[in-house]
């Protein structure tokens, strides 16, 4: 989305954010739970590299 404005690229980051964080505490994905912190943050910003270069 290299077109997209701040305002876009601001939505899709909370979005990835929040999906990270519901998948860990309020559904309680037994993968993301077993997975260390620096392995989901890695994994994290390479949505983020992808989705918002």
């Not at 989901?40 to 910003?45: D, F, H, S």
């Amino acid at each position: 989305m290299p077109e997209t404005r701040g305002t876009e690229r601001a939505a899709v980051a909370l979005a990835l954010i929040a999906g990270f964080w519901l998948l860990r505490k309020v559904i309680g994905s037994t993968t993301s739970n077993e997975t260390d912190e620096e392995t989901l943050a890695v994994t994290l910003r390479q949505l983020f590299e992808l989705l918002l270069p």
